[in-house]
């Protein structure tokens, strides 16, 4: 368990720092909680009732794992290493990757610049992937609007992939000049099969919505848009539907027989806009910028 980046952890029941267990299986921090490794590889850092949110089941996470080591979204990958490298070129840095599902994008930062890392998602079969791609990051199960298990100052960058995004708890665990780095759909994302297939289409004003949630908390830097045009046959597209939020009520056989009616290859159109927001020092935000 490398101490780097056990060092960027906290208790989730007390906030205190942790040290490895008997034979580094286990994490047990100085008041005496212990948290077991699964044989997988992640830590199950839940605790109490858990969660109220629907992670994302076996079968989503098998369908994104399919498409993503296809290549499909690997210009995106790319892209966001681009942007999170900069930032992580000094001695010492590290970086956190919230929502991490499969390990994917996490694993293209980490092999364009390796780093301590720490991968959170709140699906347990998301983490069990996500170990075996990158075994050298800490690979945590966790509620992203719960306090997260890192402490203050402790991460130069995090990176968030079509995955919540909780600005007090991500302006806590970033250093200062570090940069927060968010993926979302654009207008006209997967436009050629999202109404086929029964795929969530993208909110109004999504981009509004974004800046609004991070206001108080970040300033924004100039990003980037990115599109790719894809060419996926049947499965692909089925993939494409499952492992997205629509996944979690879309009727399995409903779509298998949509998707056999499509032809061998279907031009795809992914439209994302790469956000990136520094945070703000402590007495610039909201609520905390009267003179003193």
């Given at each position: 368990?490398?101490?780097?980046?056990?060092a960027?952890?906290?208790?989730?029941?007390?906030?205190?720092?942790?040290?490895?267990?008997?034979?580094?299986?286990?994490?047990?921090?100085?008041?005496?909680?212990?948290?077991?490794?699964?044989?997988?590889?992640?830590?199950?850092?839940?605790?109490?009732?858990?969660?109220?949110?629907?992670?994302?089941?076996?079968?989503?996470?098998?369908?994104?794992?399919?498409?993503?080591?296809?290549?499909?979204?690997?210009?995106?990958?790319?892209?966001?290493?681009?942007?999170?490298?900069?930032?992580?070129?000094?001695?010492?840095?590290?970086?956190?990757?919230?929502?991490?599902?499969?390990?994917?994008?996490?694993?293209?930062?980490?092999?364009?610049?390796?780093?301590?890392?720490?991968?959170?998602?709140?699906s347990?079969?998301?983490?069990?992937?996500?170990?075996?791609?990158?075994?050298?990051?800490?690979?945590?199960?966790?509620?992203?609007?719960?306090?997260?298990?890192?402490?203050d100052?402790?991460?130069?960058?995090?990176?968030?992939?079509?995955?919540?995004?909780?600005?007090?708890?991500?302006?806590?665990?970033?250093?200062?000049?570090?940069?927060?780095?968010?993926?979302?759909?654009?207008?006209?994302?997967?436009?050629?099969?999202?109404?086929?297939?029964?795929?969530?289409?993208?909110?109004?004003?999504?981009?509004e919505?974004?800046?609004?949630?991070?206001?108080?908390?970040?300033?924004?830097?100039?990003?980037?848009?990115?599109?790719?045009?894809?060419?996926?046959?049947?499965?692909?597209?089925?993939?494409?539907?499952?492992?997205?939020?629509?996944?979690?009520?879309?009727?399995?056989?409903?779509?298998?027989?949509?998707?056999?009616?499509?032809?061998?290859?279907?031009?795809?159109?992914?439209?994302?806009?790469?956000s990136?927001?520094?945070?703000?020092?402590?007495?610039?935000?909201?609520?905390?910028?009267?003179?003193?």
């Amino acid at each position: 368990m490398p101490a780097a980046s056990l060092a960027l952890l906290v208790c989730p029941v007390c906030r205190s720092p942790f040290e490895p267990g008997s034979g580094g299986r286990s994490l047990v921090c100085r008041a005496g909680h212990s948290f077991d490794g699964a044989k997988q590889g992640y830590f199950n850092f839940l605790t109490g009732k858990g969660t109220v949110f629907e992670a994302d089941s076996a079968d989503m996470v098998a369908a994104r794992f399919d498409f993503l080591s296809a290549g499909h979204y690997r210009g995106l990958a790319g892209a966001v290493a681009d942007l999170a490298a900069p930032f992580l070129a000094g001695a010492g840095t590290a970086v956190l990757d919230a929502g991490t599902g499969t390990g994917h994008y996490l694993r293209a930062v980490l092999d364009r610049i390796p780093v301590p890392a720490v991968g959170l998602d709140i699906s347990k079969f998301a983490l069990r992937r996500a170990a075996r791609l990158n075994p050298e990051a800490l690979n945590l199960v966790g509620d992203v609007w719960q306090p997260l298990p890192l402490a203050d100052n402790a991460v130069d960058v995090v990176t968030v992939v079509f995955a919540p995004r909780n600005a007090t708890e991500f302006a806590r665990v970033l250093r200062p000049g570090g940069r927060l780095i968010v993926v979302t759909p654009r207008p006209g994302h997967l436009a050629e099969i999202a109404g086929q297939t029964g795929m969530l289409g993208i909110e109004p004003a999504k981009e509004e919505r974004l800046a609004a949630t991070l206001a108080g908390r970040f300033s924004a830097h100039p990003g980037r848009e990115l599109d790719l045009t894809l060419s996926l046959t049947p499965a692909d597209v089925a993939n494409l539907a499952v492992m997205g939020p629509a996944g979690h009520h879309l009727d399995r056989d409903a779509l298998t027989a949509r998707v056999a009616a499509l032809p061998a290859r279907t031009a795809v159109s992914a439209r994302f806009r790469i956000s990136l927001f520094e945070p703000l020092p402590a007495q610039e935000e909201a609520g905390d910028s009267a003179p003193r």
